[in-house]
């Protein structure tokens, strides 16, 4: 009985120590295998940390490379903008040099009937070269110009000069813009550099880059606002000194222009910042320019040119005679500002419009900005700056400076009036400006 009873209990001991020997290699299995993927999981995870981070330093380095502005390439870009406008002008001036009509200080060198004629005056205005001359330079140019009787006899007769008949011509008409771009026709003094027709590429481009490249609301607000300031100040220096424009009514075309420009601009960069994601909102921001320059710009000539409707403008035959001196027709003065005012949105496209549309349209030039995101800025600013300096003079181009209206159409008082010939005028011209 013992000796079954210490068999039975051998037996057990020994079944229990293989259990515990195998639930013991069991857990060291388990232990093991959990070590081990925890160690796996955590070089995982460490790996995963790791690529997010270089994910997000990557994202972050391309994000501050397409938001920041390469200043070098930009005034790089600026300088060439510049320049070729400068060129273009000089192609003008050249290719016209020897056409040029007997000079008349009152009178125009191109045909103002005709788009080539009209184009190529604006485009001398706007030379950025007529900013090199020095004070000095233009008054010895203004000099000539008042003293051209004598010059036209004297020059010519002297062979020494070497100077034909056009040459002394064409110089007068040279003398005369140099003089024009710089000194106030009324007054004689000198406009400062940034407020001249001819400063407008150099001074006021630079805003209206600014203003296509802004991606932000603060800062679209901020450019349309030094924007619509340069505007106003190139209005006052060079304002008709003998009209009854008033600086009253200076201050509230500049408080509407600034107003209207600053409401449409936040108004539009709202809804674009509601309704699209971020990406989609930076490329829509360049597009918010061109409304809020279209009304700023026609509501500020609406207010300047407003008194002309109440005064009237004078009605003049095909010759250029007035039909009825003394007298102003204000239908025609409604008419005439009317049609400049909607003019003023056209004049903007060049400008606001058409770098965008080309940067977004053409292949080359998308597909370059989204190989290198850091060219946009420097490619905005070349374009923006020859839009400028030669969409400009186009766009005026169009609209003739003299407009006409038929008989029917004006007051009473103009109506059966004949001329020299004795027939009755069937229609009149006036000045409706630019």
Request: proline share 6%; hydrophobic share 40%.
């Amino acid at each position: 009985m013992s000796v079954r009873f210490a068999s039975k209990v051998t037996a057990l001991v020994k079944n229990s120590c293989c259990k515990q020997t195998t639930n013991f290699r069991y857990r060291s299995a388990t232990t093991t295998t959990a070590d081990t993927a925890g160690k796996v999981s955590a070089k995982a995870t460490t790996t995963a940390t790791a690529e997010a981070v270089a994910a997000k330093k990557s994202t972050s380095n391309t994000s501050s490379s397409q938001s920041s502005v390469p200043l070098l390439n930009t005034a790089i870009a600026a300088t060439l903008g510049i320049a070729t406008v400068a060129v273009s002008a000089t192609i003008v001036e050249s290719t016209t040099a020897a056409d040029v009509p007997p000079f008349d200080p009152s009178g125009d060198r191109f045909d103002q009937s005709s788009f080539k004629g009209r184009f190529c005056k604006m485009m001398l205005a706007c030379d950025p070269r007529l900013l090199t001359y020095t004070e000095d330079e233009t008054r010895r140019a203004k000099e000539m110009v008042d003293d051209y009787k004598n010059l036209i006899q004297s020059v010519p007769a002297d062979a020494s000069t070497g100077m034909s008949d056009t040459d002394i011509h064409h110089a007068l008409w040279e003398a005369l813009r140099i003089s024009s771009a710089s000194l106030h026709p009324d007054t004689g003094d000198t406009i400062p550099q940034p407020f001249r027709m001819s400063g407008y590429v150099p001074f006021n481009g630079p805003f209206c880059v600014a203003m296509v490249a802004s991606t932000s609301t603060p800062a679209l607000l901020f450019w349309s606002w030094l924007n619509q300031s340069q505007n106003a100040l190139v209005n006052y220096y060079n304002r008709n000194a003998s009209s009854e424009m008033t600086n009253e009514t200076l201050l509230k075309s500049y408080s509407a222009a600034v107003f209207s420009a600053l409401s449409v601009a936040f108004g539009l960069a709202t809804v674009i910042q509601k309704k699209f994601d971020a990406q989609k909102a930076k490329q829509l921001m360049r597009w918010v320019a061109f409304p809020s320059a279209v009304v700023a710009s026609s509501l500020n000539c609406y207010i300047v040119r407003s008194p002309e409707i109440t005064s009237g403008v004078p009605l003049v035959n095909a010759n250029g005679e007035d039909v009825a001196p003394g007298k102003t027709s204000k239908i025609a003065a409604t008419n005439g500002v009317n049609s400049t005012t909607a003019s003023r949105a056209l004049l903007q496209a060049p400008v606001y419009f058409l770098p965008p549309l080309l940067m977004g349209s053409i292949p080359l030039l998308k597909n370059a900005i989204m190989r290198n995101p850091a060219i946009s800025v420097p490619m905005t600013t070349y374009l923006v700056l020859v839009s400028f300096g030669l969409g400009l003079p186009a766009t005026v181009a169009i609209f003739p400076q003299m407009a006409e209206i038929d008989v029917k159409d004006v007051e009473e008082e103009f109506c059966g009036l004949t001329g020299k010939d004795g027939l009755p005028y069937q229609k009149y011209y006036y000045n409706k400006g630019l």
